[in-house]
């Protein structure tokens, strides 16, 4: 099996000697596949660690380490999904993936000041946004895997049923049956440029504190949809709210009852354009937005302190 780089489709041949560099391109797969870089990170250091229980001269024998990485990453993000979804069962509230901190933080590689290891980043595409990553929780283990590995990470479907161990035309059809699904939940739209997508954010923002009903209403679909993940560690709404004028008055009190020392703040969520609220140093809540054309379309909010750790501030 050929080894894949970054999401695009060159091929490279690293070597026993830079197995260490390939890192980060199995954190970018192993977050699209569990929607949690916690997770993904765990799964990665699973990875390394039977890399390297193996002997010498067993590595040896390996004509590519980052193939070899690729599959047992993949197949260990494989059975961590399945399980997930038992634990799932049990998540009070709804549960989202863990949002990642806005662009600055990861592309200069800086954090709060503080110096991030490149192997640490996560490379920000379309595959990576919030709304995506939702989309993507809707489908089987095997479903996501297939597909995050074809048709983002370019690898062939030989490749694929190499590593979810199907056959190539088992696994075209879980890549399809993908694509089925995210044609259904993201159906064509007026396309909206990020920094329209800015500006929407930034009105709706504005009216929020304003506590402006009529101006939220105007902001938002009247379809629109807002999901909460508190996990039972923060107080928020556990069934998602659903109607224009129904989140613009939720939200309306939100505002209102909103502590004094409580600050919100544009960022980058995913690689979109959002919302934090900052508390005593530390951001408590992240807002990713969905935008189609002038309206907002879905709103989530992540107030999980377990998924919010690499947005402390303080």
């Known amino acids: 099996m050929s080894h894949r780089s970054d999401p695009g489709c060159d091929r490279t041949d690293p070597g026993l000697d830079a197995v260490m560099s390939e890192r980060r391109r199995l954190i970018?797969?192993?977050?699209?596949?569990?929607?949690?870089?916690t997770e993904a990170e765990d799964a990665v250091q699973e990875t390394?660690?039977?890399?390297?229980?193996?002997?010498?001269?067993?590595?040896?024998?390996?004509?590519?380490?980052?193939?070899?990485?690729?599959?047992?990453?993949?197949?260990?993000c494989l059975n961590l999904l399945g399980?997930?979804?038992?634990?799932?069962?049990?998540?009070?509230?709804?549960?989202?993936?863990?949002?990642?901190?806005?662009?600055?933080?990861?592309?200069?590689?800086?954090?709060?000041?503080a110096a991030v290891d490149p192997a640490d980043r996560i490379t920000l595409d379309e595959s990576v946004n919030l709304a995506f990553l939702?989309?993507?929780?809707?489908?089987?283990?095997?479903?996501?895997?297939?597909?995050?590995?074809?048709?983002?990470?370019?690898?062939?479907?030989?490749?694929?049923?190499?590593?979810?161990?199907?056959?190539?035309?088992?696994?075209?059809?879980?890549?399809?049956?993908?694509?089925?699904?995210?044609?259904t939940a993201q159906p064509s739209a007026t396309a909206t440029s990020t920094a329209q997508h800015a500006d929407v954010v930034r009105d709706?923002?504005?009216?929020?504190?304003?506590?402006?009903i009529d101006a939220l209403i105007g902001l938002l679909d009247p379809d629109a949809t807002a999901t909460a993940d508190g996990g039972g560690l923060a107080t928020t709404f556990l069934r998602p709210i659903e109607g224009g004028e129904q989140i613009a008055h939720a939200w309306a009190e939100i505002a209102r009852r909103r502590p004094g020392t409580m600050t919100f703040l544009e960022r980058t969520v995913n690689g979109r354009p959002g919302v934090v609220?900052?508390?005593?140093?530390?951001?408590?809540?992240?807002?990713?937005?969905?935008?189609?054309g002038d309206r907002i379309t879905h709103i989530w909010v992540v107030r999980n302190p377990e998924k919010l750790r690499r947005w402390t501030t303080g």
């Open 204 to 212: 709706f923002k504005r009216a929020w504190e304003a506590k402006d």
């Open 277 to 292: 609220a900052e508390q005593g140093g530390a951001i408590v809540t992240v807002f990713a937005f969905e935008v189609t």
């Open 134 to 183: 939702v989309v993507l929780e809707s489908m089987t283990p095997a479903e996501r895997v297939a597909f995050i590995l074809h048709d983002v990470f370019c690898h062939s479907f030989a490749e694929v049923a190499e590593i979810v161990g199907r056959t190539p035309g088992a696994c075209r059809q879980l890549a399809s049956s993908a694509r089925r699904r995210i044609r």
């Open 83 to 113: 399980s997930a979804r038992a634990r799932r069962e049990t998540y009070v509230g709804e549960w989202l993936p863990e949002p990642l901190p806005g662009h600055t933080e990861w592309i200069s590689g800086r954090v709060g000041g």
């Open 28 to 37: 970018n797969l192993a977050y699209r596949m569990l929607g949690s870089l």
């Open 48 to 76: 390394y660690t039977r890399w390297y229980a193996m002997p010498r001269t067993q590595q040896d024998t390996i004509e590519s380490p980052g193939a070899w990485l690729t599959t047992v990453a993949s197949r260990i």
